[in-house]
């Protein structure tokens, strides 16, 4: 979930060196409202989930240890936003802003069923559960992944898509609380980093004289 411009990275370098009180204010304004996504996704994360109640037994869950239990806590302190830029994909871009869903736990919560609607294909238990195929359902329950996805469906919220994106990236927490805001939040950031860059321009040209 992030916001990227073409020649940004370059832009809000300029204004951090040479204009930083611009810089800072255009930060407040996306740090506002990138906030309020994060505010509205932590009122999405559910203190229990009622139809997984192992879920939140540690060490419990299909018997699988490295299965992060849920903690409404732990998932709720891992819904943040950053504004750092990433390092440069294999494309070249970079991620200026971004809304984060950090938890193991949350990002379960967040995406599962977005490959598979009915959950992982089931092989049933074996032996190498723990080590094995991690694609596949190990539960003695064959419908336990169904199971697990429409408890997330019924008691966060069904998958919510931003946008024209991938079909695959969509979410019942974090990217629900984008969806809520109809382009919104994006069309603040970006009309935040507009407004600076005007400002820097005006403030540049009246520095070398340029500026009637």
Same mark, same amino acid.
């Given at each position: 979930?992030?916001?990227?411009?073409?020649?940004?990275?370059?832009?809000?370098?300029?204004?951090?060196?040479?204009?930083?009180?611009?810089?800072?204010?255009?930060?407040?304004?996306?740090?506002?409202?990138?906030?309020?996504?994060?505010?509205?996704?932590?009122?999405?994360?559910?203190?229990?989930?009622?139809?997984?109640?192992?879920?939140?037994?540690?060490?419990?869950?299909?018997?699988?240890?490295?299965?992060?239990?849920?903690?409404?806590?732990?998932?709720?302190?891992?819904?943040?936003?950053?504004?750092?830029?990433?390092?440069?994909?294999?494309?070249?871009?970079?991620?200026?802003?971004?809304?984060?869903?950090?938890?193991?736990?949350?990002?379960?919560?967040?995406?599962?069923?977005?490959?598979?609607?009915?959950?992982?294909?089931?092989?049933?238990?074996?032996?190498?559960?723990?080590?094995?195929?991690?694609?596949?359902?190990?539960?003695?329950?064959?419908?336990?992944?169904?199971?697990?996805?429409?408890?997330?469906?019924?008691?966060?919220?069904?998958?919510?898509?931003?946008?024209?994106?991938?079909?695959?990236?969509?979410?019942?927490?974090?990217? $629900?609380?984008?969806?809520?805001?109809?382009?919104?939040?994006?069309?603040?950031?970006?009309?935040?980093?507009?407004?600076?860059?005007?400002?820097?321009?005006?403030?540049?040209?009246?520095?070398?004289?340029?500026? $009637?």
């Amino acid at each position: 979930m992030a916001v990227a411009l073409e020649g940004g990275l370059e832009t809000l370098k300029a204004l951090r060196k040479f204009t930083p009180d611009l810089y800072a204010e255009m930060n407040k304004e996306i740090r506002s409202a990138m906030q309020e996504v994060v505010t509205d996704a932590k009122t999405r994360v559910p203190t229990t989930i009622s139809g997984l109640r192992q879920w939140g037994e540690p060490n419990k869950f299909l018997g699988q240890q490295n299965f992060p239990k849920y903690s409404a806590s732990v998932v709720k302190r891992g819904l943040q936003y950053t504004t750092r830029s990433s390092r440069p994909n294999r494309s070249g871009f970079v991620v200026l802003y971004a809304l984060l869903n950090k938890t193991a736990a949350g990002a379960i919560a967040e995406t599962a069923g977005t490959k598979n609607p009915q959950g992982q294909p089931w092989v049933g238990p074996k032996e190498d559960r723990l080590y094995g195929n991690r694609k596949q359902s190990h539960s003695a329950n064959p419908r336990a992944g169904e199971h697990f996805i429409r408890s997330l469906n019924q008691e966060i919220g069904s998958l919510q898509r931003v946008g024209s994106i991938a079909k695959n990236k969509r979410g019942r927490i974090m990217y $629900a609380a984008l969806a809520a805001q109809q382009g919104k939040t994006q069309d603040r950031v970006l009309n935040a980093i507009k407004t600076a860059v005007e400002k820097y321009k005006v403030t540049t040209s009246k520095s070398y004289g340029l500026a $009637a």
